[in-house]
């Protein structure tokens, strides 16, 4: 059951690869009224959330504004409502209705100057705007479950999130 996983949600991964990053958020403060799950999960919270519902809301938590933005005016109005159902259809199509996705962190690694940077310059070409920074960040380990009508399973995934503009975002899929 694991390889039945592991292929669509890597497939998933390379999918959303190209659209997932994020940047923007007017709470400055690392607390968090979301269920205190902390402010550098609340992107991988909402993918997850994404994934179960096909909601536009959830998926825009892991863009930056002006990547929002920049999507919008290249795709038009309805891109991130596509791209939100797109991902609920290819997860039901997978393991069926009533999806339940869960994920427990294993592990957090801070990254450093250099990767900050690195992060920095891909999101400034991304957005076109010098002037992004991501200015934290982290590298998170987890374990996901998910769970349909048709079958479950596990797998352990690992994503890259950073605060940008005060708002923590994925920033590599």
């Known amino acids: 059951m694991k390889k039945k996983l592991l292929l669509p949600l890597m497939a998933l991964v390379l999918a959303l690869s190209f659209i997932m990053t994020a940047c923007a958020d007017e709470d400055k403060?690392?607390?968090?009224?979301?269920?205190?799950?902390?402010?550098?999960?609340?992107?991988?919270?909402?993918?997850?959330?994404?994934?179960?519902?096909?909601?536009?809301?959830?998926?825009?938590?892991?863009?930056?504004?002006?990547?929002?933005k920049k999507k919008i005016e290249e795709n038009g109005d309805d891109y991130f409502k596509e791209r939100a159902e797109d991902l609920n259809e290819m997860m039901?199509?997978?393991?069926?209705?009533?999806?339940k996705v869960t994920y427990k962190v294993k592990d957090k690694d801070k990254l450093d100057d250099?990767?900050?940077?690195?992060?920095?310059?891909?999101?400034?070409?991304?957005?076109?705007?010098?002037?992004?920074?991501?200015?934290?960040?982290?590298k998170v380990k987890i374990e996901a479950k998910i769970k349909g009508d048709e079958g479950d399973d596990k797998n352990s995934i690992t994503y890259y999130v950073g605060k940008v503009d005060g708002k923590w975002i994925i920033l590599d899929i």
């Open 29 to 68: 403060d690392d607390d968090d009224e979301e269920d205190s799950t902390p402010k550098y999960e609340i992107p991988i919270e909402g993918y997850f959330k994404a994934m179960e519902t096909g909601s536009e809301k959830e998926v825009k938590k892991v863009f930056c504004e002006a990547e929002i």
């Open 92 to 99: 039901e199509d997978e393991y069926g209705e009533n999806l």
């Open 114 to 138: 250099d990767d900050l940077e690195e992060y920095s310059q891909q999101m400034q070409r991304r957005c076109d705007d010098d002037d992004l920074e991501v200015t934290e960040g982290y």
